[in-house]
């Protein structure tokens, strides 16, 4: 397929909004429908407002690779929510300028690809002592059993063990943040000053200072032994030994916002794209017989690592695909600057442009008939290859989300690891995707477990 011809910057007005509220209204009782009219109805190009600013939504993908490209360069990130900063605080996700680019640098070198390959043995084992403790027959809630493997894969790489019990007390914490921010997206709660309590604002406090007694007692503890964090290499070790090009090191403040954002974002990322993923296959049997073929031909009936990842063909496919049909981040905003463009036409300064990944990977001109599940979309020699940032689960130009790889990865593994000894049977019904912080079931998955039986290992014969 030849490259999209790029369709010219010409804003066409969206549907009427309320006065101070925009389109809030609407967008909020059916966000995921809100923009697929949106797309559908008006055009690439579309302006609207959510609350008391206008904005313009960008639907084509050459627009999109424009605007992620400009990021800190004409366009700067928004701040979205009271919460998502109270649980972040000034972490590179949300940093700007020259702050920006220094916790970039000292953090991107915690999750390169070398760090990620050293990482996959504890995918790999965690996902497969969660598998251990299942039986044949057994009923499972997949959110849950996929947030203990990944929760415990994140504990792992990024504080060197799984803390125990209280890593209960962290994880209950982060769920009510989470789901706070989630709803914060969609009410009116959005504009209000940082002043105003709420009594969720206040469960919300509660939650932060729960993780951060436990965040900062992690890292008085490795400050306190050097000796004993000598011979660590996990996440939050790297973060304290980090240093910028003036050899300074991260503060505490800035080793606990890294260490939380990467936390938040290395759980429940991964756990929602793999309910999905259960969920895909179980309602798609030759998609599922297909990945079981390919790990018992490739595996051979042993446990998957990292060099397999390449090999593992249709199941890096399947994950492409879940993620492109539910995108865990599906929303993404950016403020112009004062020298703001798009397709050569200037842009208001301080307009808000949008983009979705919901909206563009369900584009029937970028995925012939969108809603199906068909992993070989992503074949390279399909007859129709996606466009570029037609597909962007992970954001794109220099904010591309730096964990990207690892989420990958880890999702493949695990997928890998489970799929091999167990099939997850969910149990049938529609379900429709919640968009809240992430994009998740509304309704819990729950799933039967039938056990497989594996081939057996392959032995090597001595020379």
């Known amino acids: 397929m030849a490259a999209p011809a790029v369709p010219p910057v010409r804003p066409v007005a969206g549907p009427r909004g309320l006065p101070l509220l925009g389109n809030l209204p609407a967008f909020g009782r059916d966000p995921l429908g809100f923009l697929e009219r949106l797309r559908d109805e008006h055009g690439d190009v579309v302006s609207w407002s959510l609350g008391p600013r206008r904005g313009l939504f960008l639907f084509h993908p050459q627009h999109i690779a424009e605007l992620l490209g400009a990021v800190e360069v004409t366009f700067e990130t928004l701040e979205i929510g009271w919460v998502f900063r109270q649980v972040t605080g000034h972490s590179v996700i949300l940093s700007r300028g020259a702050q920006w680019r220094r916790k970039r640098a000292l953090v991107q070198p915690t999750v390169r690809p070398r760090q990620v390959r050293a990482y996959a043995a504890v995918m790999t084992d965690c996902a497969g002592a969660a598998a251990d403790g ?8 997949v959110h849950r059993e996929m947030s203990l493997i990944t929760q415990r894969i994140v504990l792992r790489t990024l504080f060197g063990n799984d803390l125990g019990r209280r890593a209960r007390t962290l994880g209950d914490a982060m769920g009510v943040a989470q789901r706070a921010a989630g709803d914060e997206i969609r009410s009116p709660t ?67 916002d890294e260490a939380v954002t990467l936390w938040a974002a290395g759980q429940e990322t991964t756990s929602t794209a793999l309910t999905w993923i259960w969920y895909l296959l179980s309602t798609h049997p030759a998609a599922r017989a297909r990945l079981e073929e390919e790990l018992d031909r490739v595996l051979g009936g042993r446990p998957p690592a990292i060099d397999d990842h390449e090999e ?13 049909l539910y995108p865990p981040a599906w929303l993404i905003p950016a403020v112009a600057g004062p020298s703001a463009t798009l397709g050569g036409a200037l842009v208001r300064p ?94 819990p998955l729950r799933a039967t477990l039938h056990a497989r039986t594996r081939p057996r290992a392959r032995r090597v014969q001595a020379g």
């Open 190 to 256: 959005l504009f209000l000053p940082g002043w105003v309590p709420t009594p969720t604002r206040r469960r919300v406090l509660r939650a932060v200072a729960a993780i951060d007694a436990e965040i900062h007692r992690l890292i008085a503890a490795r400050r306190a032994d050097p000796a004993g964090a000598a011979g660590r290499d996990d996440l939050l070790t790297r973060l304290l030994r980090a240093r910028d090009e003036q050899g300074r090191p991260l503060s505490a403040r800035e080793v606990r």
């Open 134 to 141: 299942w039986r044949d027959g057994q009923s499972v809630d």
């Open 312 to 324: 593992l063909t249709w199941t890096r496919w399947v994950v492409k695909e879940a993620l492109r």
């Open 350 to 443: 301080g307009t808000i442009v949008w983009c979705s990944q919901w909206a563009t990977h369900r584009d029937p001109r970028w995925f012939p008939d969108p809603a199906a599940f068909r992993p070989e979309r992503w074949d390279p020699a399909a007859p129709a290859p996606v466009p570029d940032h037609a597909w962007f689960p992970f954001g794109g130009g220099q904010r591309t989300c730096l964990g990207a790889r690892f989420a990958q990865v880890e999702a493949a593994l695990v997928l890998a690891t489970v799929a091999q000894r167990f099939r997850l049977d969910v149990t049938p019904g529609p379900v429709a995707p919640y968009p809240g912080l992430l994009l998740q079931p509304t309704v």
